[in-house]
């Protein structure tokens, strides 16, 4: 068995046994699942909201992270043509980085008239295109801006066009910047990441088509990059240059305007959505809430009441030894939502099996699940609740990585009134 299917496996295995202990009646793709207190019948408010979660993010719903005086999608259309920001007029140039000795033989450029146009890219996504999901978040924004399913090209298919022959260490791109190098938002990768997917991963594409659309400006389109274990800054929006380099070193915008862990790749934490602030007394309560799966995967999510302010040993500052209890992780959605036709995914879709359409495994890295809870009535007073996820390691967030920089994912707590 190849390692990448072991390790399927595993995972599929823990969480049929994470449900089975639930006790909840089937296994994976339960949405509509018997969510009650002890025991008791189904609690009506809790299904309710269940029922309103919706997966995918429509595409003008992502919250936006983005610079650029003019913002590129809002210059009047005529400028748009002009600079390639329209699918018709868009060109993508390829070239090598003239600052250090990388070896390029066919860089491809507007000035040769070999430049990559949005008509190339349709015509090598025909054979080439994927699709996988993937949520967008900044990595110093402390929620997800989005979850998309993207569909593009790799982008190693158009940097082979280029033929790059030597001294090619790393790939750095950016967009369309109104020609004003202060606006420049830039990204790189080590190159061997682009030509070459570790196990499970999804390729880094050229995106062209969010949610089954093409991308709007405002999501980053005509073209953007899309980075599939990364955080948001890796993912370039208004694509336009692509530059192989000999550079050994990261030279992101990020890496000195914002401090951030350039290499960082996505962790695990768990967010509420629906949690409401005050409740009656003596009656259940319902949460829900979403889990950005990071690279150590997603095995619980947990849920822990407190009175407010109540003391918690020093030494302990990840709560890591509280009575935290499970939430229940919902299966795939019968609708995905995110504006697609019906709520259906398309076919083709990377980690779901191609004749039930459903996901080969659950949850996926890199995009998110749904969980849900009941608590047991309490008494009036005041609370404070929190969410936390365990990886599929067993680590409890915000280990291993508690570090900000690398991505925000502190123990979210909310305040929480029960009436007399
Ligand atoms: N060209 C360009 N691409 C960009 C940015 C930008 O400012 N300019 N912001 C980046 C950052 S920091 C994030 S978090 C994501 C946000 O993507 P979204 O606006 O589609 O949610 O886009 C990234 N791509
Ligand atoms: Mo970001």
Redesign the pocket.
Known sequence: MKRSDQRAEEHIELSRRYFLSLGAAGTLGLVASPLSAKGAARDAALERLVGELEYLTPPLE???????KPLPYKLPLEKRREVGLERDTWKLEVIPDAETPAAVNNPLTIEGGNAFTFADLMELGKQRAVRFLKI???NN?GRP??MGLWEGVPLRDVIWRAQPVRRVRRVFY??Y?NDDPDQM?RSSLPIGRVLEDPPGWHPVILAYKLNGDFIPGV??GPV?VIVPET???K????LTHVVLTDLYHANDT?ATESANDVDSIMKTFARFLHRPESVPAEKPIPLTGMAQVGMSGLEKVQYWLRPAGAEHPEDDPYFARAPWKDAEILGPPENWGGGLPDGKLPVGVRGFDPKSRKPRIWPMRYAMAHWAALLDPLPAGKYEVRCRTVDANGIGQPMPRPFRKSGRNAIQVLPLKVEG
């Not at 993912?235 to 208004?238: D, M, R, T």
Request: glycine letters at 18%; proline letters at 0%; hydrophobic letters at 30%.
């Open positions: 992502f919250r936006s992270v983005e610079r650029g967008m978040t900044c924004i801006l989005g950016y967009g910047h938002f999501r980053g953007r955080y948001g800054f993912s370039i929006k208004w990020y």
